[in-house]
């Protein structure tokens, strides 16, 4: 077995939803390996039933090759997880948390010292293992779970939005445990995440939407793939702005994310050109080299957050907008 | 137990140096019956550490029977005497029942930890483990049994405040009496907190039940001489089970009180004249909780 992930034709039904409408991958041993996609595109449920804690409806899933709904049990052995959400005893202390864990996994109890001083030295909080968990910041939380997630060496690691709800700079933090992970652990690495800055740690990346897996390479491939800048323009009249690009340069532009966006080649050059031709005032700029945000653009025909907006509710649409300014 | 474990473990740690740069192998052995033993141990545990790290909650949960023993207890004594045998205080007599009431909410609001445990995620962690669900149930159902028996021993260092001797047969047995309701009622609780995912929908059900339960248990009130409807539903009550061998063994260990009262206080359960054996008075509580448990671990061990 060289796969640590396979997965073929899987899908998965509640009611009437469809969240995952038949997907293919695998991963091979050792891969960091990235699910991208809004929130509600069957990131989570098809974590969920890699991790046993879903029955798929159908379809199959194998991860460090066995079954996740036969051989159950031997699955859970192997793999380690970080959810979303907490999932720490905020009562206990961080020993204590990490300690019913290795029972519940039945970690030797001679290996347990030695290697909760490791999991806890990697993420920095050795020196805190005797406090309770509810005096811990959230990302002092997160990273005490990726330890716990590791205290049973397993072969996958699962983090699901591993940095979602952090500060920036707890992120940066987070990550540089990751990846400082991948050196050390023999481990392959699954995560989820809705952040395109974070999916380019990864080795290789699917993108998913709607429950289907709509392009899986390297982050450099897609890049590659797309092969132009995007440009966005905040105008006086966004309206005649677009059309004025489609007359005057041939230029298909819509609005995401409230400004003016479109791709064109080598857009620094382009720039001068807009100033020249355009009919309608400029207020702002912006050209950016392809990122995966035009990758999952370019696949989807949305930006990521357009994507969230759709699906969020009312409240988190207005906060986005807003957020930008 | 569990602290005196975790103090050898830090003690071992910090005297041994780690080699950071190698990787501490780990295997997670096969699945046997002795994980899953230490799965229920360990989720037992877990329960007795957050008990001694919430003290509110202990003192807290001992108002209400305290209430009931001193407040009401001797609000109705002058009005009770009449009905009761010389030498016998209102307050005894309703000692048992209240003590029963000691360890309803705590055993119940136990199993609501899995509520809990479920809204702040925690249960996913124990779901998600390589252990069967039985085990974590039952250490689930031991964990509040314990924790709400501690709850109990401490009312019952009040017995003397209500003229019940410090016997020690009389208070193993009550002791004995009191872990069996407290895993009935814990697994009450966890086959409820099965099906019901938001606290506030656990919170009110079991409102809705513990009361009543309390009520026409025979807690307060002898179970001869009632009207027939009452009489039906305290028969079915599961508590009056428990509550009549508890009024039992303090009555029997009382020295004031002659055998014509003793009868008149505490005439146990009859099923339509016949008189129903403490033994089996226990088993049925036992058969129940039992019951429950099995049907909690049923509820767990569905996967979406």
């Keep these: 077995m060289n796969s640590a992930i396979s997965v073929g034709a899987l899908t998965k039904r509640y009611g009437d939803i469809e969240a995952v409408r038949g997907i293919d991958f695998e991963v ?49 052995r192997n793999i380690g997880l970080v959810f979303q959400d907490t999932t720490l005893d905020s009562y206990l202390t961080g020993e204590q948390n990490l300690r019913f864990h290795a029972d519940l996994y039945g970690v030797p109890k001679a290996a347990f010292g030695p290697r909760l001083r490791q999991v806890l030295e990697m993420v920095g909080l050795w020196d805190r293992r005797g406090s309770v968990v509810s005096t811990y910041s959230g990302g002092m939380q997160r990273r005490l779970e990726i330890a716990r997630g590791l205290l049973h060496a ?49 080795d290789r990346i699917a993108i998913i939407d709607h429950g289907t897996v709509v392009a899986i390479d390297t982050p450099e491939a897609l890049k590659a793939s797309i092969g132009k800048d995007r440009v966005q323009i905040s105008t006086a009249d966004d309206e005649a702005a677009i059309r004025a690009l489609a007359e005057v340069f041939g230029l298909e532009a819509g609005v995401h994310e409230g400004l003016v966006t479109f791709s064109v080649e080598s857009g620094e050059h382009f720039v001068p050109q807009l100033f020249a031709r355009l009919p ?32 969020g509710d009312r409240n988190r649409r207005i906060a986005t907008r807003f957020g930008r300014r | ?61 001992l108002v209400q029977p305290v209430l009931f023993l001193f407040i009401l ?35 119940i609001f136990s199993a609501a930890s899995i509520v809990w445990d479920r809204e702040f995620g925690f249960l996913r962690e124990m779901l998600v483990a390589p252990v069967r669900r039985w085990a974590i149930v039952i ?61 506030q929908a656990f919170m009110a059900l079991t409102q809705l039940f513990v009361l009543p339960l309390f009520f026409l248990s025979g807690a307060l009130y002898p ?20 509550v009549d061998p508890m009024r039992h063994a303090v009555f029997s260990h009382l020295s ?12 146990g359960v009859t099923w339509n004249g016949w008189l129903v054996p403490t033994g089996l008075s226990l088993a049925i509580v036992g058969v129940m909780g039992l019951a429950m448990l099995g049907i909690a671990i049923v509820e767990f061990r569905k996967t979406e």
């Design chain 1, 154 to 202: 397993p072969r996958v690691l699962f983090l699901d939005e591993p940095t979602v709800g952090l500060d920036p700079q707890t992120r940066v933090s987070i990550w540089a445990y990751i990846n400082e992970l991948k050196q050390r652990e023999d481990i392959t690495i699954f995560l989820t995440t809705h952040y395109m800055d974070e999916a380019e740690n990864c």
């Design chain 2, 139 to 199: 250490g689930k159902c031991l964990g509040g049994a314990t924790v709400a028996t501690f709850q109990g021993i401490i009312f019952l260092a009040l017995a003397g405040v209500a003229h019940v001797p410090y016997n020690p047969v009389l208070l193993l047995t009550l002791v004995g009496e009191l872990l069996l309701l407290s895993f009935t009622l814990t697994a009450f609780g966890v086959m409820m907190a099965a099906r019901i995912k938001q606290i």
């Design chain 1, 28 to 76: 091979p041993t050792g891969e960091t390996f990235g699910f991208l996609g809004p929130n509600g595109a069957g990131k989570s449920t098809t974590i969920k039933i890699l991790c046993t804690l879903a029955d798929p409806t159908s379809g199959t899933a194998r991860v460090a090759g066995h079954d996740v709904v036969a051989e159950r049990d031997t699955v859970r």
């Design chain 1, 280 to 311: 309608v005032a400029i207020k702002s700029v912006s050209v950016s080299r392809p990122s995966l945000d035009d990758v999952f653009m370019s696949y989807t025909g949305k930006t990521i957050r357009d994507a969230e907006a759709s699906i």
């Design chain 2, 223 to 242: 179970l001869n001489g009632l009207p027939a409807w009452l009489t039906v539903l305290t028969r079915i009550d599961p508590l009056t089970y428990i």
């Design chain 2, 1 to 61: 137990m569990a602290t005196k474990d975790l103090a050898a473990a830090e003690q071992a740690h910090d005297s041994g140096d780690s080699d950071l740069t190698s990787l501490i192998r780990v295997a997670v052995p096969e699945r046997s019956i002795r994980a899953d033993l230490r799965a229920v141990s360990i989720v037992w545990r877990r329960e007795l550490i957050r008990f001694r790290t919430d003290r509110l909650r202990a003192v807290t949960s």
């Design chain 2, 73 to 107: 207890g001797t609000g109705l004594s002058g009005l009770a005497r009449r009905g009761l045998p010389s030498g016998v205080d209102f307050q005894t007599f309703i000692y048992p029942g209240v003590l029963a009431m000691s360890v309803l909410f705590t055993a």
């Design chain 2, 256 to 267: 004031a009180v002659g055998q014509s009262a003793l009868s008149a206080l505490s005439p």
